[in-house]
């Protein structure tokens, strides 16, 4: 085939001349589009669920929550929560940003940020009912462990933003910080062990997925405020 033929099938025909290619780019007006992305006015000022959500309904945080399969479709599931996912990737919180307005979801927000900074800072005492944290960056070697999102740190800032009864759903691939996640969880007396409900044990996330494809095992765990 001739390179002329192949351009015409690609749909490359202007790619020469660029007349019509350039004409459609300076006449483009840009449309405005829905997004989905919660753009922080600032970084000191608590986040207000009343200014984010059309309906005031309990609130759950994904952080680090990836490409978001498993957000958007645990929010399409249920219209009765609010659901907050935290990403400090812009480009993964546009695929998100993508997914939910595709599924045209009223009841889910995108924040781009430092997860430990929004827990510390930025959500307010008795605010979440639950919060969702699927694998996270191991930091597998000794050095790099301070780095871990579920630390006892984490436990305290968890206690304080989760309504009673409130939770925190844990996954990870990683055997050590799933020993840390544990034992952190074990010296706040203030939680139990609690149940993953099946509805939400059978959705996996994206990496989950693709461990499990490789047979990379999970595990799994859940914790309880008192
Ligand atoms: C291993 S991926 C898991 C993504 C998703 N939860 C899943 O299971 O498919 C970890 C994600 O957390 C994000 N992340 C890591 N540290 C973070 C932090 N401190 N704050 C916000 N996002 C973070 C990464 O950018 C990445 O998208």
């Given at each position: 085939m001739k390179n002329e033929d192949r351009s015409t099938l690609s749909g490359c025909d202007d790619r020469n001349t660029g007349t019509r290619t350039d004409a459609a780019a300076r006449n483009r007006v840009p449309v405005p589009h829905p997004t989905w992305i919660h753009r922080l006015s600032s970084i000191l000022e608590p986040l207000d669920p009343a200014k984010l959500f059309a309906l005031p309904q309990p609130l759950e945080v994904d952080l680090?929550?990836?490409?978001g399969s498993f957000v958007v479709q645990y929010a399409q599931r249920h219209c009765e929560r609010n659901f907050l996912a935290v990403e400090r990737l812009l480009g993964r919180l546009r695929k998100i940003d993508r997914k939910a307005s595709r599924a045209g979801l009223t009841n889910l927000r995108l924040v781009r940020i430092e997860a430990s900074y929004l827990i510390e800072y930025l959500l307010l005492r008795k605010m979440v009912q639950a919060l969702h944290v699927y694998f996270?960056?191991?930091?597998?070697?000794r050095k790099q462990r301070k780095n871990r999102l579920v630390n006892f740190r984490f436990t305290e800032l968890a206690q304080a933003i989760l309504v009673p009864g409130g939770t925190v759903y844990l996954r990870t691939d990683d055997t050590d910080y799933f020993e840390q996640m544990t034992a952190v969880f074990a010296a706040n007396t203030n939680f139990l062990p609690g149940e993953t409900p099946p509805e939400l044990s059978v959705i996996m996330t994206d990496f989950e997925k693709d461990f499990l494809t490789r047979g990379i095992k999970t595990l799994r765990v859940a914790y309880q405020l008192c």
């Open positions: 680090g929550s990836g490409d996270p960056d191991p930091w597998p070697k």
